[in-house]
Structures are given as C-alpha cells and as structure tokens.
C-alpha cells in the first residue's frame, strides 16, 4: 500500500496513524498538494490528500472513506480503531465535526495568506464555525469519564480530535485563545504520547502554489 500526502494535514495523518496502530505494511509519500500535484494526478485527477494506493492499484481518496477500506483490509481482529453499533454511530458523528473544524481552519488559513487581503465575512464566519463546534467537542470529551472517547481503547474518533486539534493549534497558533478548550488539550496530549502517533508527526509547514 502506499499513502499520499504529508503528515502536517490532519487527514492524512489520521490514516498513517490508522495503518501504523494495525501494524500495516505501507509506503509514505510525502507529497504536497502544490508542489507535487502532476505526480498526485497520476494516481488521483483530484489531486487532494490523503490518497490511498491499494496492493491491488486502486486509489482512494477522503479520509473517512480510506479508513472504511483500511478497517475490512485490517478485519474485524486487527481494526481496533472501529466501534460497532451505537458507538461507531458515535464515533462518525464526532470524527464528521472534528473533521469539519479542521477542514474550515484549512480554509480560514488559506483566506489569511493566500490573498491579498482576507474577505473579513468569510473570516468571521469561520472562526465562528471553528468556535462553536470546538465548544461542542469540548463538552463532549468532558462530559466522557473513560480514558479514551468510548473506553479504554483508542479508536477512530480519538484519533481524528488528536490529529484535528494538533493541525489547528499548529496552522493558526495565534487566532484563538486555545485555553478555552482544556479537555481537549489534555486529550489530545495523552494520545500524541503514544507511539503511533510519533512514529507519524510533522509540525505544520504552509506551503504556497509554486513552491515545493
């Protein structure tokens, strides 16, 4: 198998975290959606990370959707990360919104230091979405006694917090007040000191069209 995409993108990182908990054998190709598209398109027009190359050739793309394939290649006695029933219920509806922030802190970044002058409805905007639905996974990790989300095992939705909070906290350092959300901080502490998840690290770096 081989991964796509540079472990500084919360997505892309969630999978290699995904690949390495189940002890998968994959190839990591650390390109960039800028300065390494043409060899991207190769494999997938879109040219998006994460991107997903099967033993059998076949590319996949989107996060959510690659782990669905990663969990039936793992089996059901390999895919620790999954959660049958109401809690994978659970977990989809808390990795959608960690996702979402994430996805919305790409495009709050990309609105501050792509253009000349960032369009401030749109910054409000997102710095509101990103702000209110923080709060809700505040409340929900909180609100959760166990040591993980559901248990005392990690799984998919304690993965896509810890990989959405490192992104945002690292991509945007200064436009929040990142104390108002502390269990969240501590969670995603406890889960970046396992080993996984420093086997697959790397600080944000913005990279911009044209460079590398």
Same mark, same amino acid.
């Given at each position: 198998?081989?991964?796509?995409?540079q472990?500084?993108?919360?997505?892309?990182?969630?999978?290699?975290?995904?690949?390495?908990?189940? !002890?998968?054998?994959?190839?990591?190709?650390?390109?960039?959606?800028? #300065?390494? %598209? @043409? /060899?991207?398109?190769? $494999?997938?027009?879109?040219?998006?990370?994460?991107?997903?190359?099967?033993?059998?050739?076949?590319?996949?793309?989107?996060?959510?959707?690659?782990?669905?394939?990663?969990?039936?290649?793992?089996?059901?006695a390999?895919?620790?990360?999954?959660?049958?029933?109401?809690? !994978?219920?659970?977990?989809?509806?808390?990795?959608?919104?960690a996702? #979402?922030v %994430? @996805? /919305?802190?790409?495009? $709050?970044?990309?609105e501050?230091?792509?253009?000349?002058?960032?369009?401030?409805?749109?910054?409000e905007?997102?710095q509101?979405?990103?702000v209110?639905?923080?709060d809700?996974?505040?409340?929900?990790?909180?609100?959760?006694?166990?040591?993980?989300?559901?248990?005392g095992a990690?799984?998919?939705?304690?993965?896509?917090?810890?990989?959405?909070?490192?992104f945002?906290?690292?991509?945007l350092?200064?436009?929040?007040?990142?104390?108002?959300?502390?269990?969240?901080?501590?969670?995603?502490?406890?889960?970046?000191?396992?080993?996984?998840?420093?086997?697959?690290?790397?600080?944000?770096k913005?990279?911009?069209p044209?460079?590398?």
């Amino acid at each position: 198998m081989m991964l796509i995409g540079q472990y500084d993108s919360p997505f892309v990182r969630r999978v290699g975290i995904a690949l390495t908990t189940y !002890g998968m054998a994959f190839q990591h190709k650390p390109w960039s959606t800028f #300065g390494d %598209a @043409d /060899k991207i398109a190769k $494999l997938n027009p879109l040219r998006r990370v994460p991107t997903l190359v099967t033993d059998d050739h076949k590319a996949y793309v989107d996060s959510a959707s690659i782990l669905v394939v990663v969990d039936d290649i793992a089996g059901p006695a390999r895919a620790s990360l999954a959660r049958p029933g109401a809690q !994978g219920h659970e977990s989809l509806q808390i990795c959608g919104f960690a996702a #979402g922030v %994430a @996805d /919305k802190g790409v495009s $709050l970044l990309y609105e501050r230091v792509l253009r000349e002058q960032a369009f401030p409805l749109w910054v409000e905007r997102c710095q509101a979405q990103i702000v209110e639905t923080l709060d809700l996974l505040e409340a929900e990790r909180a609100g959760r006694a166990t040591p993980y989300l559901f248990d005392g095992a990690l799984s998919h939705a304690d993965v896509m917090l810890t990989t959405m909070w490192g992104f945002i906290t690292g991509a945007l350092p200064d436009e929040f007040d990142w104390a108002k959300w502390p269990a969240l901080k501590a969670h995603a502490a406890m889960c970046e000191a396992l080993p996984a998840f420093k086997a697959v690290n790397q600080p944000y770096k913005l990279v911009r069209p044209g460079e590398g």
